[in-house]
């Protein structure tokens, strides 16, 4: 091998770490909570919660939320595993809206649609002899559009043990980022309370324009463990009468529908595959939650086999709940390969495409008002 060719080999290698460990000279790191036995990692690689390890009836830990073994992996992902979602979550039709009279355009990144905020990719490979290289690299940390999901956040605090483990995590969205007017500054506070309780605290605040916000993060749970295959056996309660229904893009229409006689209904603890067939593809809707409370009861999930309950209380007016449709083939931790229906989401947020249905409630952020979102989620097991 020549002396060019192990040059070119190094510089892939060293470009290979970069990647991995930062993104436009901002590190990258994985910090843990623990309390016990109940832990949970966290990367600032878009706020995102990498894992949720705790016992299940017979004293096993397991780890019960979707994702990879490397930071790399998620760098390179497109499926938002337990990111942070934001300026905006859900979508956006048209990948446009009309604020204070000016129409501001999104970048499409889901057929003519937003969804989530964006990110671009690109590929180049090189092949010497029977040695060859694929490299990705995604473009939002060179000007293009970045959703909150593929930037890096800055560690404000860190408390791994102790009482009350938490981090703190902020980041500066500027003016015109993904197309959205004002810059915005954002901190989500993940912390561990007992026993076995995970809080999410989302806050954020416009500084010089009016701007939506409505902030949610995606983990992928499944309570049996992250490679123990089909949720559809485990229940799901939803405490929410009514759904926003969504035309063939999944772009809501404005109308707000009840769920009963419909496969939507949850009200009553059901297994998530017991109507999943009258479907189309799978669950991938938001949910109207029923309570006024500012902290109100959002689902509870239950894995018979591993006794392993999941207890959501959120501030936000509506829930999304997903069950991992387009996971297809995903090779995650510890190389097992993920299929739809493996895991299911409970996204909860503000209405979604608030800003193009006057008729919901509004998610727009007026400068030196702070946007806030809670969740709680409350952990135990039932034998």
């Known amino acids: 091998m020549s002396s060019k060719v192990i040059s070119l080999l190094i510089c892939f290698f060293i470009l290979h770490l970069l990647a991995a460990g930062r993104v436009s000279g901002c590190d990258i790191g994985i910090y843990e909570l623990k309390k016990g036995d109940f832990s949970v990692k966290i990367t600032n690689y878009g706020a995102r919660i990498i894992s949720v390890f705790l016992p299940d009836k017979n004293g096993k830990i397991n780890d019960v939320v979707l994702g990879y073994d490397t930071i790399k992996e998620y760098v390179n992902e497109t499926r938002y595993f337990g990111a942070l979602l934001g300026r905006v979550v859900n979508r956006i039709g048209g990948a446009q809206f009309t604020l204070n009279g000016t129409v501001y355009k999104l970048v499409p990144n889901e057929g003519n649609n937003t969804i989530h905020g964006i990110t671009f990719t690109y590929a180049f490979s090189y092949s010497f002899s029977?040695?060859?290289?694929?490299?990705?690299?995604?473009?939002?940390?060179?000007?293009?559009?970045?959703?909150?999901?593929f930037v890096v956040w800055k560690v404000s605090e860190y408390v791994k043990d102790g009482p009350c483990p938490h981090l703190t995590l902020t980041y500066h969205s500027a003016d015109g980022e993904e197309g959205f007017p004002g810059d915005v500054v954002v901190s989500v506070t993940f912390a561990l309370k007992d026993p076995y309780k995970l809080s999410v605290e989302f806050k954020a605040k416009a500084l010089n324009k009016a701007t939506p916000i409505?902030?949610?993060?995606?983990?992928?749970?499944?309570?049996?463990?992250?490679?123990?295959?089909?949720?559809?056996?485990?229940?799901?309660?939803?405490?929410?009468?009514?759904?926003?229904?969504?035309?063939?893009?999944?772009?809501?229409?404005?109308?707000?529908?009840?769920?009963?006689?419909?496969?939507?209904?949850?009200?009553?603890?059901?297994?998530?595959?017991?109507?999943?067939?009258?479907?189309k593809i799978g669950y991938d809707r938001n949910y109207v939650l029923d309570s006024n409370k500012k902290m109100k009861p959002v689902a509870v999930v239950y894995d018979k086999k591993s006794g392993r309950v999941m207890d959501i209380h959120a501030t936000a007016p509506c829930v999304h709940f997903y069950t991992a449709n387009w996971i297809v083939n995903v090779k995650g931790k510890g190389g097992y390969v993920y299929q739809p229906r493996s895991a299911l989401s409970l996204e909860t947020q503000g209405y979604p495409d608030a800003v193009n249905h006057p008729n919901f409630p509004s998610t727009i952020a007026n400068p030196g008002k702070t946007y806030s979102h809670s969740v709680l989620y409350a952990f135990s097991i039932k034998k």
């Open 214 to 279: 409505n902030l949610s993060h995606h983990p992928y749970w499944n309570l049996g463990g992250h490679n123990s295959g089909s949720v559809l056996s485990q229940v799901v309660q939803i405490y929410a009468s009514h759904i926003t229904p969504v035309d063939e893009q999944l772009i809501p229409t404005g109308e707000i529908a009840p769920v009963k006689n419909t496969p939507y209904d949850f009200l009553k603890p059901r297994k998530v595959g017991s109507r999943i067939d009258k479907i």
């Open 130 to 149: 029977q040695i060859s290289f694929s490299y990705l690299v995604k473009l939002q940390n060179t000007g293009g559009p970045k959703g909150f999901s």
